[in-house]
């Protein structure tokens, strides 16, 4: 019996919204593999994050609950007058990006650098700077802090969404057709508004391991998955993982999905490093390392998270 | 006058970009060591809990950093004393009045002291401009009062607080860097309302024991790994780029005094001194440095960056 013919034994409260909107579901071993050129088995993509962190946050925008960042463990927001994590986010930008851009290009791997329209605004040529270097330029919303959330409107929301990809492509020159919004916020209306605007992929949702299409209003979006653990900042400052354990759990990640592709079908990768985080002097090596085994190893593509996308067809 | 935001304070330019900082000598990672000498009152002003566990006087959060002055400092120093490390001590400056035996042990070993307020349990949050013009000016009195007339140059924020004022108070009182920003590797100018010189000093939440060991729950092993692992890389990176840099390591005698800690501590203190390439220092001597030799084309040249002149 299809799974819409049965009979629900389950009744949803009125208010619950049971299901993400426009994502299939799909599993693993019941839909065709997904296959990469050149029979490799496994794609990485590399998404850099260079955010600014806004301390002064304009009346009625949306911030986060908890963040990552500044003195100690404490997530909370900080008291006005402290600028440990105002100053942290910001050596993304003065030290950190540009120290992960150097070890990828050293190491061959392609770049995506996700910008926002507060950084790009206020430091016109760090746009511009880091789209000299960068494979691909990705969309980050307005500010590290000031992000998309429910209580908006879809036309706030869209206005948000407009906005920032306009202040990012006329910063960079760049055309942009990939979203990451700042700590993954959304709402429901999200991948219709991104697809709506002209967006091709976005790369919030940990969701899977190849890249997915997206059904109903965001019909033809692709989510380009950068799975939580294999991201910087979950795994070193909300998990609390040691560098030397990060980089081993990156290793058997690698291992693993290599090892799982013979099974069911070509895995991707979305590794998401913060200029705050990894680009940091003691966390570098990580990605220096890291990164040059993958260069290495015969069965793995090294793409921009845009050619994923891309390869999604 | 409309207060100057924390984010304008920032004068941005990448560091791949800028002129080339250089230390004396050639050497090209400057490390100051920070031992944080913290008082903490009995009963804070207000009389609330240091930290939400039990009710105002918490004897167990007193007494733990009571026992890193009477015991964890002095086992610090015979590590510091047989590395011979320089030393900034961030300092609660109630003790210059009211324990003149670390006084005197820190200023016979000649040490800087940077202000950390006069207790941990007093932040400067929401002081009035009038209240923090005399924190700053007891301030200076009682370093020079007790602390061979030496005027202080550095401030880290008691509990790492400040008000849109603190900047330029500071230089008003004659203060030159502020710690409490870690945005950089190098020093790098901060904007004030009177124009004057004031530097960031690249103080650190990562090297540091408190989050790393006492917040985090990592090891004094992961301690000394961290340390290794963040000034191998700066010494690399000079090397490939030409910029000198800077880190700090951060202690407080009630972590890293612990008996337990201290073998990790002499570890650290030992890398410290295996690389001559290393300049091992305190604060107010890189602050001078920089602002002697680099601020001025440093700030020359992020105002260009940003299209924008002098």
């Not at chain 2, 791949?16 to 913290?38: D, K, L, Q």
Request: hydrophobic letters at 40%; glycine letters at 8%.
């Amino acid at each position: 019996m299809e799974r819409s013919d049965r009979v629900k034994i389950i009744h949803n409260p009125a208010d619950a919204t049971v299901f993400a909107p426009d994502l299939d579901l799909a599993y693993d071993g019941h839909r065709e593999p997904w296959q990469l050129p050149n029979g490799k088995k496994l794609a990485v993509s590399l998404l850099l994050h260079a955010p600014r962190y806004q301390d002064d946050v304009p009346s009625g925008a949306i911030k986060p609950l908890a963040m990552q960042g500044g003195v100690g463990r404490d997530t909370s927001e900080p008291r006005h007058g402290q600028v440990a994590r105002l100053s942290q986010w910001d050596f993304g930008l003065t030290v950190g990006i540009w120290r992960l851009l150097d070890i990828a290009r050293d190491a061959g791997m392609p770049t995506a650098v996700a910008l926002d329209a507060e950084g790009v605004e206020a430091m016109p040529r760090l746009a511009a700077d880091i789209a000299d270097r960068a494979d691909e330029i990705v969309v980050r919303g307005r500010a590290a802090n000031i992000i998309i959330g429910t209580g908006m409107s879809a036309e706030e929301e869209r206005e948000y969404i407009v906005r920032a990809r306009h202040a990012v492509e006329s910063a960079s020159g760049r055309a942009c057709v990939g979203w990451f919004g700042p700590e993954r916020g959304q709402t429901a209306a999200t991948p219709a508004l991104l697809r709506e605007t002209g967006f091709r992929w976005f790369g919030d949702w940990p969701v899977d391991e190849r890249p997915v299409i997206l059904d109903g209003a965001a019909s033809g979006l692709v989510a380009v998955s950068h799975q939580l653990e294999a991201e910087d900042m979950f795994s070193l400052y909300t998990r609390g993982l040691s560098f030397l354990e990060y980089e081993r759990l990156l290793d058997d990640t690698v291992a693993q999905l290599l090892a799982d592709a013979e099974l069911v079908g070509a895995r991707h990768l979305g590794l998401s490093w913060f200029g705050w985080v990894l680009g940091q002097a003691a966390f570098a090596g990580v990605a220096e390392r890291f990164l040059r085994r993958l260069a290495a190893h015969p069965d793995i593509l090294l793409a921009t998270p845009g050619d994923i996308a891309l390869l999604s067809r | 006058m409309t207060p100057i935001t924390n984010n304008d304070r920032l004068v941005f330019e990448p560091i791949t970009s800028r002129p080339r900082v250089t230390w004396p000598g050639g050497r090209t990672v400057a490390v100051w060591h920070a031992p944080n000498v913290e008082h903490y009152d009995f009963v804070p002003p207000g009389g609330g809990s240091p930290q939400g566990r039990v009710s105002s006087p918490d004897v167990q959060h007193y007494m733990h950093r009571a026992a890193g002055n009477r015991t964890g400092f002095w086992r610090m120093l015979r590590a510091v004393d047989r590395f011979e490390i320089p030393s900034t001590v961030s300092l609660s400056l109630a003790v210059l009045e009211e324990m003149p035996e670390i006084r005197d042990a820190m200023l016979e070993r000649d040490w800087e002291v940077m202000s950390h307020g006069i207790s941990n349990l007093r932040p400067l949050y929401g002081l009035s401009e009038e209240d923090e013009d005399e924190f700053f000016a007891v301030s200076q009195r009682l370093a020079r009062t007790y602390y061979d007339d030496r005027p202080i140059k550095g401030l880290l924020g008691p509990k790492i607080s400040g008000t849109d004022n603190t900047c330029d108070l500071m230089v008003e009182h004659g203060m030159s860097y502020h710690a409490d920003w870690i945005h950089d590797e190098q020093p790098r100018p901060l904007r004030t309302r009177s124009g004057g010189r004031l530097v960031s000093m690249p103080y650190s939440y990562m090297l540091n024991d408190v989050p790393l060991l006492h917040a985090k729950h990592y090891s004094g092993e992961y301690f000394v790994a961290m340390v290794k692992a963040q000034i191998d890389r700066l010494l690399t990176d000079a090397e490939r780029d030409g910029q000198a840099r800077v880190a700090c390591v951060a202690t407080h005698p009630f972590v890293m005094g612990q008996p337990g800690m201290q073998l990790h501590l002499e570890a650290v203190f030992e890398y410290l001194r295996s690389d001559d390439r290393i300049w091992v220092t305190r604060a107010g001597d890189i602050a001078d440095h920089y602002l002697d030799h680099h601020y001025d084309t440093q700030l020359d040249s992020a105002l260009a960056w940003n299209g924008a002149t002098a």
